[in-house]
């Protein structure tokens, strides 16, 4: 079965900071990766979706890179803003249309 | 348009009471998902509808677990002999497409937070 770990658990920077959140996934297997946000008292937010044969994928300040041979997965925030605080996670999909979620990393940007 | 609903947002209940919880899908999206998601974890995979093929159930934890989609369109997860483990927040998703291999992302809904006394 696919486990899928986030690190760090949670993460308070300074406004205007960089910042890296990783995932790391056991089966290198994968069809592709994607990276939500949740925010409290609301459902997942998609934000990137990288496919197996791509390395990387940018949105905005956003950067999601993926190395599927070591099983990892970075998710680059740059210059960070209040409004990026939340919780943000990595998941992978099987062949069975099961998605694989992290535990998530709790993001707080401060003013 | 409208998104992912979900009902009720919040519900309390007395262990071994039964519950019924509804998910309304973006219209036209064949697949649907459910998830519950417990305290400071991970979500967690119970079910899976792709149009009128038979459901994807290995993640439901047990038989008191039971889910239902009309169609494509509202589905319902009933939790019977809720116990206080049950607790959790429980999340639905939809998605256009037929595959997750494809790279069709899911759209979900803000959940219910189900709270068994």
């Known amino acids: 079965k696919q486990e899928v770990t986030q690190i760090p658990a949670a993460l308070s920077v300074p406004e205007g900071e960089n910042l890296v959140l990783n995932c790391s996934f056991t089966d290198s297997a994968i069809y592709n990766l994607q990276w939500f946000r949740q925010d409290p008292g609301k459902g997942l937010t998609s934000l990137l979706l990288i496919q197996s044969s791509q390395r990387e994928q940018t949105s905005g300040r956003l950067n999601a890179s993926l190395d599927k041979s070591s099983g990892r997965s970075t998710l680059y925030i740059a210059a960070s803003q209040p409004g990026d605080s939340a919780t943000y996670l990595c998941a992978v999909p099987n062949t069975g249309n099961q998605f694989y979620f992290g535990t998530g990393t709790s993001l707080t940007v401060i003013p | 348009g409208a998104g992912v609903s979900q009902s009720p947002s919040n519900k309390v209940t007395e262990k071994g009471k039964d519950v019924e919880l509804r998910c309304d899908p973006i219209s036209g999206h064949t697949a649907l998902y459910w998830y519950r998601q417990r305290l400071g974890q991970g979500l967690e995979f119970l079910i899976y509808?792709?149009?009128?093929?038979?459901?994807?159930k290995s993640g439901l934890p047990s038989d008191r677990f039971s889910a239902e989609r009309t169609g494509e369109s509202v589905s319902t997860l009933t939790i019977q002999r809720t116990q206080q483990e049950d607790s959790a927040v429980y999340l639905c998703a939809s998605s256009p497409g037929t595959f997750a291999i494809g790279g069709e992302t899911q759209y979900f809904g803000p959940g219910t937070r189900l709270l068994v006394l």
């Open positions: 509808f792709q149009g009128n093929s038979a459901p994807d």
